[in-house]
C-alpha cells in the first residue's frame, strides 16, 4: 500500500521558470493539502483540495500560485516566475475524509525546490 | 484563531537521558493536537496525536504526550533517549473549525550525545 507520492523529490529553476510539483495521494484519500517549509521554519499551511474543487486556499500567496486536484491524476501544485523566495520544501499530505479529529494527515517525502 | 509555540529550537541530550519537549498552543475552539517527527530530507511521520479522552497520549517509538488544558500545554516525553531519536520534532493543532488545517511549529532540533 503505497503513501503519499512526491515529485519530483528535487527541483531546481532558475527565476523566471515554472514550477510544477506533483503529489498523489495515498489509495482511496480523496482531500489533499499543501504545505510549504522555508529553512529553519516549521511548515505553513497553503492550500487544500477536494477532487475538483479547491476548499481553502487561504495560505496560498495571491500571485503565481495555484494548485488543483483534478478528477483523474495527481494534484498539482503550480509556481509560476519563480523568484529565489519560493526555494523551500513543499509536502503535501492526504486524508481519507476531512482532517481533524478523527482523521490523520499523512505527508508525502516532500519536493526541494531550488531557485537560482 | 490557533497557534503554536514550540519552546527550544535545539535540545541535546545524552543516550538513555529523559527527552522533553515543550509545545504550548493557542486556540479559541477545543484543540486537537499532534507531534510529527521529521528525518532529513523526509516527511513528516506523525508520532502520536490527542483528540478527545484521554489526556495521556502514547505514542510510537516509546513516545508520549500530556495534553493539560490548564497550561494550554502537550509536551513531548521519552524515559531514554536513542540515538535513532535524532531528528527534527513537531508540534501542531488543529480543531473542528479548523479542519483540513493544520497550524505547525517552527520545530525542535533534538540532537542525542553518545
Known amino acids: 500500500n503505497a503513501g503519499v507520492m512526491q515529485n519530483p523529490r528535487h527541483l531546481v529553476r532558475r527565476r523566471g521558470q515554472e514550477a510544477r510539483l506533483r503529489c498523489s495521494p495515498m489509495?482511496?484519500?480523496?482531500?489533499v493539502y499543501w504545505y510549504r517549509q522555508l529553512p529553519e521554519e516549521g511548515l505553513k499551511f497553503m492550500v487544500y483540495?477536494?477532487?475538483?474543487?479547491?476548499?481553502?486556499e487561504s495560505g496560498m500567496p495571491k500571485e503565481r500560485f495555484s494548485a488543483e486536484f483534478p478528477k483523474e491524476g495527481p494534484s498539482i501544485l503550480r509556481i509560476q516566475q519563480v523568484v529565489r523566495g519560493d526555494s523551500a520544501a513543499y509536502f503535501c499530505?492526504?486524508?481519507?475524509?476531512?482532517?481533524?479529529?478523527?482523521?490523520?494527515?499523512?505527508f508525502g517525502p516532500g519536493t526541494r525546490l531550488l531557485v537560482l | 484563531a490557533q497557534s503554536v509555540t514550540q519552546l527550544g529550537s535545539h535540545v541535546s541530550v545524552s543516550e538513555g537521558a529523559l527527552v522533553l519537549l515543550r509545545c504550548n498552543y493557542s486556540?479559541?475552539?477545543?484543540?486537537?493536537l499532534f507531534w510529527y517527527v521529521q528525518y532529513p530530507n523526509q516527511g513528516l511521520q506523525l508520532l502520536l496525536k490527542?483528540?478527545?479522552?484521554?489526556?495521556l497520549v502514547k505514542g510510537i517509538n516509546g513516545f508520549e504526550a500530556e495534553f493539560k488544558k490548564s497550561e494550554t500545554s502537550f509536551h513531548l516525553t521519552k524515559p531514554s533517549a536513542h540515538m535513532s531519536d535524532a531528528a527534527e520534532y513537531f508540534c501542531?493543532?488543529?480543531?473542528?473549525?479548523?479542519?483540513?488545517?493544520?497550524?505547525f511549529g517552527d520545530g525542535t532540533t533534538l540532537t542525542v550525545k553518545p
Open positions: 486556540s479559541s475552539v477545543p484543540p486537537y
Open positions: 490527542y483528540t478527545t479522552g484521554a489526556t
Open positions: 489509495k482511496g484519500h480523496s482531500h
Open positions: 499530505a492526504s486524508s481519507l475524509r476531512i482532517a481533524g479529529a478523527q482523521e490523520t494527515q499523512y
Open positions: 483540495l477536494q477532487k475538483e474543487n479547491i476548499i481553502d
Open positions: 501542531a493543532v488543529t480543531s473542528n473549525t479548523n479542519a483540513g488545517k493544520s497550524t
